[in-house]
């Protein structure tokens, strides 16, 4: 299992503590007093991650009694939807407001019988990647697991609710991996459902955290935030590149455990002619090629707040440089844009009622 080492669950008024994001063990520890039989803490289990009920009045298999004196102690702590802005091609982008008012953005991706949810980690993002909305917008406080379950069960609500068979991506705001703790007790929960197979944690390459998740028993899939094949140009893109350069990085990776056949993924951004020639290609061959890994590459998703320099490459740059990388064995993707149309792709998100904090226009350019 996992480890556990999560700060407190969120406290509300009156002090009531958050059930969502309690792995099962720590759920029965702390209804222990308060319940009257042990496989209350199952029902509740389940009532919670079987059915999505987030009221514990709606929890009827307890008797009403137990119920009220449950409410007094505790609560689910869902996030109040402050919009939910629907795409053309069916992608939903939530703005949550969470109990201290800190908002976050998660976006819902339905691809025919695939949905997909991606989650955010933190309500802001430090890191500053220079082509990243969040990164503008600057550094937000952690989640808690509680809170980055919440997400997960927000976005499912419906007569439909299930969570077996929905993919996570932990590519919404914030970097996960330095909010480590409350990630690892969030998978925890989560993957007591969701197979860890279809849920995967993208960091911009946090070394520390990258240790970390290879010692995990219960692994989710991980993805690299490359975008640029080496350190000259990912520092300037990706500021966290000074702190962690590519030899680092790869150094780790390199002992990374993966199952058989799994491999890891190398997310790259591609951005008119800053790191797109079919040289690049080669060095993103010549950097990541003797590692099981896969690319996938993300035609930059512009957005005003972003340095005016920084243009999508045309589809057929995008092509070449795709099959340049297959061309050389490396199994290499095209992301499909996603809910652009309500600033929901990637690196668009910004949860939008926050004043910017972050980078100004005039310090991108190169
Ligand atoms: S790309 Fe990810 S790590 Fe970089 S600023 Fe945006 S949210 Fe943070």
């Not at 958050?18 to 803490?41: M, S, W």
């Not at 909305?133 to 609500?157: D, F, H, P, S």
């Amino acid at each position: 299992m996992m480890t556990n080492q999560d700060s407190p669950a969120v406290i509300d008024e009156p002090r009531r503590q958050d059930l969502l994001g309690l792995p099962k063990a720590e759920l029965a520890e702390v209804l222990a007093p308060h319940i009257d039989r042990p496989y209350r803490t199952e029902q509740i289990f389940r009532a919670l991650y079987e059915r999505g009920v987030t009221q514990l009045d709606s929890m009827t298999e307890l008797g009403k009694g137990l119920r009220e004196r449950l409410g007094t102690v505790f609560t689910i702590a869902t996030p109040e939807i402050a919009t939910r802005s629907v795409s053309v091609d069916g992608t939903v982008k939530y703005l949550f407001r969470l109990s201290d008012g800190a908002t976050i953005e998660t976006v819902d991706i339905p691809d025919g019988q695939r949905r997909t949810l991606c989650i955010s980690s933190q309500a802001g993002c430090a890191l500053a990647c220079r082509f990243c909305v969040t990164g503008y917008w600057g550094g937000g406080r952690n989640l808690t697991a509680g809170e980055i379950v919440a997400q997960v069960l927000t976005a499912l609500q419906g007569p439909n609710f299930r969570l077996e068979g929905v993919n996570l991506v932990f590519m919404g705001m914030g970097e996960p991996l330095l909010n480590l703790e409350a990630l690892s007790k969030a998978l925890v929960v989560l993957t007591e459902k969701i197979s860890r197979r279809r849920i995967t944690v993208s960091t911009a390459g946090i070394i520390p955290g990258i240790e970390a998740m290879a010692r995990w028993t219960v692994r989710p899939r991980l993805a690299i935030s490359l975008h640029a094949p080496d350190d000259e140009r990912r520092t300037r893109i990706m500021p966290i590149n000074q702190k962690y350069p590519l030899a680092d990085l790869m150094r780790v990776l390199r002992h990374y455990p993966t199952e058989p056949r799994e491999k890891i993924t190398f997310e790259y951004l591609l951005i008119k002619d800053l790191n797109d020639a079919m040289a690049d290609a080669d060095a993103v061959v010549k950097l990541i090629g003797n590692l099981a890994a896969k690319v996938n590459l993300i035609p930059l998703n512009p957005d005003p707040v972003l340095d005016p320099e920084f243009q999508t490459p045309p589809n057929s740059r995008v092509d070449a440089f795709r099959r340049r990388l297959m061309g050389q064995g490396l199994t290499a993707t095209i992301r499909k844009r996603r809910g652009d149309d309500v600033s929901a792709a990637c690196g668009q998100l910004r949860a939008t009622d926050r004043e910017p904090r972050g980078f100004r226009r005039s310090n991108l350019r190169f």
